[in-house]
Nanobody
Framework: QVQLVESGGGLVQPGGSLRLSCEGF????????LSWYRQTPGKDRELVAY????????SYADAVKGRFTISRGNVKNAVYLQMNSLKPEETAVYYC?????????WGQGTQVTVSS
């Protein structure tokens, strides 16, 4: 079946950087819009970044604009999230999503902890 596998999470100090990866198996990412979400306990999952298909247009949550960058893999069937200048309040589980009309696939999530 379709699998999305995230990696790259971990512990980072405030102001530091991380690069999250999400690789797709048995799904062609080129056909899907791709997004990164994050969720903390007791809160709804929130959209962080989005990248479209044909045009590759991107959009970001206001809170991360200028610090996070979403991109598609050129060789790998993957999507990435480069996160810079991380803040403690961005500690969360980060999920990737692939969407095509009403079809949505999710990864299992990767924990990002921003703490000194």
């Amino acid at each position: 079946q379709v699998q999305l596998v995230e990696s790259g999470g971990g512990l980072v100090q405030p102001g530091g950087s991380l690069r999250l990866s999400c690789e797709g198996f048995r799904v062609s990412f080129s056909l899907y819009s791709l997004s990164w979400y994050r969720q903390t306990p007791g809160k709804d999952r929130e959209l962080v970044a989005y990248i479209g298909t044909i045009s590759g247009s991107t959009s970001y949550a206001d809170a991360v604009k200028g610090r996070f960058t979403i991109s598609r893999g050129n060789v790998k069937n993957a999507v990435y999230l480069q996160m810079n200048s991380l803040k403690p309040e961005e500690t969360a589980v980060y999920y990737c999503q692939a969407a095509l009309v009403q079809i949505h696939y999710w990864g299992q999530g990767t924990q990002v902890t921003v703490s000194s």
